[in-house]
């Protein structure tokens, strides 16, 4: 989700620092000549490479929310949105300690590293429990809006974390915007106020392909089940829409998902741990507070039901969808550059959006296409013009920083 925002990719260090302006990573700029040095081969190699990525990530964001939406809505018995969202974190941390050993090209070393700060060096660990505990807590949000919201009014709300990541850019780095920034901010504010007007005006169409959908996922689970025992519960139909709590849920997550990244970057910021070092950290932490929100949350249901209530392949493609979503914004990143994730983004939301109409006949009215819109254009908006400091000032800044920081992937 969206929340929900590259890293070094396997093998070689990757040049990737955040802009004086914003909390995503962008490539450092590099001189044409540089790349005109390069043979005509790799030059093709490395465009085609930018644009699969591009694909990936349009087709990654726009699946995990039309997957979210779709095992939310459909009748039948509803799965843990807390065990999901704890899987979600098993996954990261596999992830994450597969790339710090590809990293290292060293198991050994990989091993030295997570005895040095799990054993010996305990507390740098744990600094980076409040990010994983925010983390948790927004990813089960965002479950909890995408039940009240459809895919495109929650895709377009949910671009408030740009927003909120420039406010704690701001207050927190002591960063600069530029005017056209701060321009797109209020255009993006006004853009998702129209869209909460008009959710509560969506009307379903007649044809309404979600029921025959259902049909068809019960009949592939049911191929792949070994049991022949019957459910004696009644089908549970699909929860009460309440967008109110769709729009509080994903905001708040907006709200966490600034502060923690930012939180995060001052930490990547203050040592030179790895980057995926510390997302094996930020993963390790978070499967505690995410047991410990199960037995909160759903304890009852757990004993009740079981863990795995509710999951089939449909739940398992959004749990790695969202876990790997963050790996897809690092391929995007070194390959291409933020304006063209921004880009990526947009059409991610449209796609959503033309998507909702076929598989959950929702219809959109002309108040949402235009708040869209203006949502849309001010994330462009704000990719494309990145606040410019003077030469002086800028390489002052460089020193008082002294390092350069790398995305985090944990969360996306």
């Keep these: 989700m969206s929340g929900v925002d590259g890293p070094k990719i396997p093998l070689k260090e990757v040049n990737i620092q955040f802009s004086s302006s914003e909390a995503d990573p962008v490539l450092e700029s590099k001189d044409d000549s540089s790349l005109k040095s390069l043979p005509n081969r790799r030059i093709n190699y490395l465009t085609w490479l930018k644009y699969i990525s591009l694909v990936v990530l349009v087709v990654q964001n726009a699946g995990q929310v ?14 843990l949105k807390t065990v999901a969202v704890f899987f979600n974190e098993i996954v990261k941390l596999v992830a994450a300690l597969v790339l710090l050993a590809i990293s290292n090209q060293s198991i050994s070393k990989t091993l030295v590293d997570l005895r040095q700060y799990f054993i010996y060096n305990l ?27 459809d895919a495109g009014t929650y895709m377009v709300t949910y671009q408030l974390k740009v927003l909120t990541t420039a406010l704690f850019t701001v207050i927190m780095l002591k960063r600069r915007l530029s005017i056209p920034q701060w321009l797109s901010l209020v255009v993006l504010c006004v853009g998702v106020a129209i869209v909460q007007i008009s959710a509560s005006q969506n009307k379903k169409s007649p044809l309404n392909l979600i029921a025959n959908m259902t049909e068809g996922v019960d009949s592939l689970n049911a191929t792949t089940t070994t049991t022949t025992t019957t459910q004696a519960t009644p089908t549970s139909l699909p929860p009460e829409q309440m967008p109110i709590v769709g729009f509080a849920a994903v905001i708040t997550a ?60 449909i739940v398992w493609s959004v749990v790695l969808l969202q876990a790997l979503g963050g790996l897809i914004v690092a391929v995007v990143i070194k390959y291409a550059d933020n ?5 990526a983004t947009s059409i991610a939301i449209v796609v959503s959006c033309v998507a909702s109409i076929f598989i959950f006949a929702i219809i959109p009215k002309m108040l949402f296409v235009l708040g869209a819109g203006l949502v849309i254009c001010a994330v462009v908006i704000y990719g494309i013009f990145p606040y410019k400091a003077k030469a002086a000032q800028t390489n002052e800044e460089e020193k008082s920083n002294g390092v350069e920081v790398v995305a985090d992937v944990s969360n996306c």
């Design 66 to 79: 039309l997957l979210m939406r779709y095992a939310s809505q459909r009748s039948g018995q509803p799965f």
């Design 123 to 149: 507390w740098d660990t744990l600094k980076v429990g409040v990010p994983a505990f925010i983390y948790t807590i927004q990813n089960f949000l965002l479950y909890v809006a995408i039940e009240h919201l």
């Design 254 to 313: 907006c709200f966490l998902s600034g502060f923690a990244g930012i939180y995060f970057e001052k930490i990547l910021k203050g040592s030179n741990v790895s980057l995926w070092l510390r997302n094996v950290q930020l993963s390790f932490l978070s499967i505690p507070i995410g047991v410990a929100v199960i037995c909160i949350k759903d304890g009852d249901r757990v004993m009740e039901h079981g863990l795995m209530v509710g999951f089939d392949w």
């Design 339 to 343: 304006i063209l994730k921004a880009f």
